[in-house]
């Protein structure tokens, strides 16, 4: 057997009348989205594929699965259906399949007039077959931090939303970092505190993986118009220079601390004790001992949702990743 | 790259922070107090402290606030927290109370031990609240939650007034006040009721919950109706031959029995929260996404309702009160044996009225809303029929061509149908309905919040789009009223007059007989 559209249409197409003969006859189909998941990791990939038919349950999707550990052929082609909600399944082996041939075969299975999200779980960002399929995806999620703690896949995520002109891009990566994002921002809701984002010494993240560090130094140094001078450096427009530094600690995925130092206070958040809640100081003028605070730490599954029902370009997100870049120039 | 701004000029204009563009927070923030009145009572512990503790849990709350708890109860400090540790622990939707978070959350309660009418009492209350200003960093705002027994209500607002809580003595922040549904018995003590709030808080302070309001599918309404464009040219009396809305329950009274006595399904349901969902159908597209802006146009379409004729109400209206039956599968007993319940009790359980809306767009379509408890299925709904067909083309002549029928889903279902008419597939012209259903499937990723914590935050932040104004109040209560009062007057004979696990009274399907409709299966 082989990728055959005619073959893999009509066997979806007999699945859908047999369902139809069944218990709950009269099915109307509806589709919310088309979702394609590319995986090549062997370990990793039932969980993928086990969350994939969960989310396309809760939203009603045409589902493609690309699984490149297996060699070019169908592996299931199902129609399904769950009480009122409808899902077509198409899981494909696609290993050794060229790039343009995966994109050309996806675009002839897409349900027309309903968003493309890709799902990319695999590291390769530099990989043609990723740069291909985002040419047809109006979403693309990704995690760069989900299997390689470096510094490569977001690096190459930079450079392939550069090219890249009509998706918009998710990274998971950044997603979990909007409480830590948000508890940094608070610090400078008060008026006084604000005055010291324009005398900045040094930006400090310390994670266990670099997607993290960078996103936040990239967020960080995008929002209040620092320029990137090199690596380890923003600069001010008059040439005041502010340090910028990843510490590796703890585990992938986790932050442990922040810290961004002014000329007169240093402002402090640390991972608590337990996963859910953080210490925040501020040391200097005015400021306050640690103190405990919650923070959110949700669970992928309600990070993916929410990437894939954004359907606007998240500006702050891609100016973040814009600076990141230029950061790993 | 970078932003043109220079960061020195970004931070400090206008008090703009430039990292908050962007970031998709719900966080509250205005510090405040918030002083819930009844703090012992059911609803404390059941919605509102569980509602503030996950507000906390999720970083929504502001960096400073205070909650003070109000009663009689004989609690202290440590009192009132331990007793909220349980509340939390067993209603609470994020499971029991966790540390850190709970321990520094519970820091900020405090108990106020007080009779109602006691002004003394109010002003330790305003000691306590300016305390926590200094200690706590609240700021001077206030929200007054009111979860008493309504007869407390007016009370408690003087004595606000009296001790000096009042919005008139508050120079350093805003005071707010949330008052819990009913609003009022019927018309004349709602605007006693409304006399006595006016006195002390302008209409802009004053938060008239209906919780229905804060449940994510009454919300989608508002999103069918006008983020497709296709429904608003049919959106009218020339297309729509009726509008049926249901509020149905299995339920029947349970331990409410004492309350509901004294209310009714019309005063319980129909007058509140049907009526705010055929606000919700009917009204013109508001002009801004503003509170005000869709508050105008609910109270414009609730102006246009015709009033019932007191000698009508026996054609356009029709009660019930469940006996015996049997409830997916179990007996259940009539509400006349219910705990609290009066062995003669004339109360209606179920409540079905029609009004008619005289406006260019609705002039002469029927607005069915009906609500009981102990019925067939739990389901509220709203479901749109369109007229039928003027002349029929096609189909055999034992086919039966329906209309089409728009069903928004509310609960326990959230989605839409759509019923629409098909050819069979064959040699022959046979059509058939088809239902063509949209649903959310549940129980995957992001969960939507309980209704009280959306409200309360919304209170917090200044929001009132979900709330319901004064005015829509007292209309509201002037259709009802006439209902109301032939009801109160007439016993009933008949009751109980269907059986719990049925579709209701009869005589709820001869009102629709009457106009040539009958009600969709519940």
């Known amino acids: 057997m082989s990728l055959d559209v005619g073959h893999i249409v009509a066997e979806l197409k007999r699945s859908r009348h047999e369902l139809s003969l069944g218990e709950g006859a009269s099915h109307v189909w509806t589709s919310t989205m088309n979702l394609i998941v590319f995986t090549s990791s062997r370990e990793n990939k039932q969980w993928i594929i086990e969350r994939a038919c969960r989310l396309s349950q809760k939203h009603p999707s045409r589902l493609m699965i690309f699984d490149a550990t297996i060699a070019a052929n169908p592996v299931h082609i199902e129609a399904t259906a769950d009480g009122a909600v409808s899902c077509d399944r198409i899981e494909l082996g696609v290993e050794g399949v060229p790039a343009k041939e995966l994109s050309s075969l996806a675009e002839a299975l897409i349900v027309p007039d309903v968003p493309v999200v890709l799902w990319w779980t695999d590291k390769g960002l530099d990989d043609e077959r990723f740069v291909e399929l985002t040419t047809i995806a109006n979403n693309v999620l990704v995690d760069c931090s989900g299997v390689d703690t470096s510094e490569r896949s977001i690096k190459n995520l930079a450079r392939t939303m550069a090219g890249a002109k009509n998706a918009s891009f998710r990274d998971l990566a950044w997603a979990r970092l909007s409480s830590w994002r948000e508890q940094v921002a608070h610090f400078f809701d008060v008026q006084t505190y604000r005055l010291e984002l324009g005398k900045l010494k040094s930006f400090e993240v310390a994670s266990g993986s670099a997607a993290e560090a960078l996103y936040l130094a990239g967020w960080f140094g995008n929002r209040l118009g620092l320029k990137v001078c090199n690596r380890t450096t923003f600069c001010y427009t008059d040439g005041r220079e502010v340090n910028v530094q990843h510490i590796r600690s703890g585990d992938p995925r986790r932050i442990v601390s922040i810290k961004v130092t002014s000329a007169n206070n240093v402002f402090s958040i640390r991972a608590g004790e337990s996963w859910d809640s953080i210490l925040v100081s501020i040391e200097g003028n005015g400021g306050y001992p640690e103190r405990v605070a919650p923070i959110l730490s949700p669970d992928n599954t309600s990070l993916f949702e929410h990437a894939i029902l954004a359907r606007e370009t998240d500006e702050t997100f891609e100016g973040a990743l814009r600076t990141v870049g230029e950061l790993l120039a | ?522």
């Open chain 2, 1 to 522: 790259m970078a932003d043109t701004a220079a960061p020195e000029k970004a931070s400090s204009q206008n008090g703009v922070n430039p990292l908050r563009t962007g970031l998709d927070s719900t966080r509250i923030t205005d510090s405040c107090n918030i002083v819930f009145f009844g703090a012992t009572g059911d609803l404390m512990k059941r919605m509102l402290l569980p509602a503030m503790y996950n507000l906390r849990l999720e970083d929504t709350m502001p960096k400073n606030f205070g909650i003070v708890g109000f009663s009689r109860g004989d609690w202290d400090d440590d009192g009132f927290r331990g007793a909220m540790k349980d509340a939390v622990n067993q209603f609470s939707r994020s499971g029991p109370a966790k540390d850190p978070i709970w321990s520094e959350f519970a820091s900020r309660l405090s108990f106020q031990q007080c009779e109602f009418d006691d002004v003394e009492c109010y002003k330790k209350l305003k000691a306590r609240l300016e305390a926590n200003d200094r200690d706590l960093g609240t700021a001077g705002n206030r929200l007054f939650y009111l979860s008493t027994p309504p007869s407390l209500f007016a009370k408690i607002v003087d004595m606000l007034d009296q001790s000096g809580l009042g919005p008139k003595n508050n120079t350093k922040g805003w005071t707010r006040i949330i008052v819990e549904k009913p609003f009022g018995t019927d018309l004349d003590s709602a605007r006693a009721l409304q006399a006595e709030i006016s006195k002390v808080f302008d209409e802009k302070q004053v938060y008239r919950i209906d919780h229905y309001l804060g449940k994510e599918p009454v919300q989608d309404i508002m999103a069918l109706r006008f983020a497709n464009v296709m429904f608003e040219p049919l959106w009218n009396r020339r297309y729509i031959d009726c509008v049926q809305i249901t509020a149905a329950e299995t339920v029947g009274v349970e331990l409410r029995g004492g309350y509901y006595d004294n209310a009714g399904a019309l005063r319980d349901m129909i007058q509140n929260h049907v009526i705010n969902l055929l606000t919700l159908v009917a009204m013109e597209p508001p002009v801004s996404p503003s509170a005000d802006a869709i508050r105008d146009e609910k109270f414009k379409v609730l102006s246009a309702v015709r009033p019932i004729a007191m000698d009508d109400v026996w054609n356009v209206s029709a009660r019930g009160q469940y006996g015996p039956g049997t409830i997916e599968g179990k007996a259940v007993p009539g509400y006349r044996q219910e705990p609290d319940v009066r062995p003669d009790s004339n109360t209606e359980t179920y409540a079905a009225v029609r009004f008619l809306i005289d406006n260019w767009r609705w002039a002469g379509t029927p607005f069915y809303m009906r609500s009981g408890k102990h019925l067939a299925r739990k389901t509220s709904e709203i479901a749109v029929r369109f007229k039928p067909i003027p002349h029929r083309l096609f189909g055999e002549a034992g086919d039966q061509i329906e209309p089409n029928v728009l069903v928004m889903k509310i609960q326990p279902e959230e989605g839409v149908s759509l019923r629409f008419a098909a050819k069979v597939p064959g040699a022959k012209m046979h059509i058939r309905s088809v239902s063509m259903d949209f649903n959310y499937g549940t129980g995957f990723g992001v969960v939507s919040p309980p209704a009280y914590e959306r409200l309360i935050g919304d209170a917090m932040r200044g929001d009132a789009t979900l709330f319901t104004r004064w005015d829509a109040v007292e209309a509201a209560w002037e259709r009802v009223m006439p209902v109301l009062t032939r009801w109160q007057s007439d016993i009933d004979p008949s009751f109980p007059n269907y059986a719990a696990g049925s579709q209701g009274p009869s005589s709820s399907d001869e009102m629709l007989a009457r106009d040539g409709f009958s009600w969709r299966r519940i």
